[in-house]
């Protein structure tokens, strides 16, 4: 992906796929753990997909992805994360772990001022959005 540091095309990360851009957001297999993680710390859900993800980062809200569509300062902050932390892992070469990534994910969550954990969204958005 980038020109300034041309690579063999091969994710950086998992080192088996090509890097696109689809997969530097979401196919990645270490970065979809981290959205697993990162939506079970904030919303209740059972069931979360590469292609639900990748239909709300393109805000094409479908029946699958709409429990999350309202959240979008949520997802803002998980692409900073996946942003933060691929660079990290390429420019430093450190290896992409999951946990490091959520435990920066939640220091974004605790010092951005819109946007809580899922044990204070549903009351702080039911409070203060109209219905």
């Known amino acids: ?3 300034k540091h041309p690579t063999n095309n091969i994710c950086p990360i998992c080192a088996v796929e090509p890097d ?3 997969h530097f957001f979401v196919d990645c297999p ?11 710390t904030t919303f209740t859900t059972s069931s979360l997909s590469s292609d639900n993800i990748w239909d709300l980062l393109h ?3 479908t029946d699958g992805n709409r429990p999350w569509s309202t959240h979008l300062s949520h997802i803002g902050l998980i692409l900073q994360t996946i942003w933060s932390m691929h660079w990290r892992s390429v420019f430093h070469n450190l290896p992409w ?3 490091i990534a959520s435990q920066f994910y939640q220091n974004l969550l605790s010092r951005h001022p819109f946007v809580s954990s899922r044990q204070n969204t549903q009351n702080q958005f039911g409070a203060q959005l109209p219905q």
Do not use: D, G, N
């Not at 270490?30 to 079970?40: G, I, N």
């Open 1 to 3: 992906m980038p020109v």
């Open 59 to 61: 805000l094409h809200i």
């Open 97 to 99: 772990h999951p946990h």
């Open 20 to 22: 696109t851009v689809r």
């Open 30 to 40: 270490l970065k979809f753990v981290f959205w697993q993680q990162a939506f079970s």
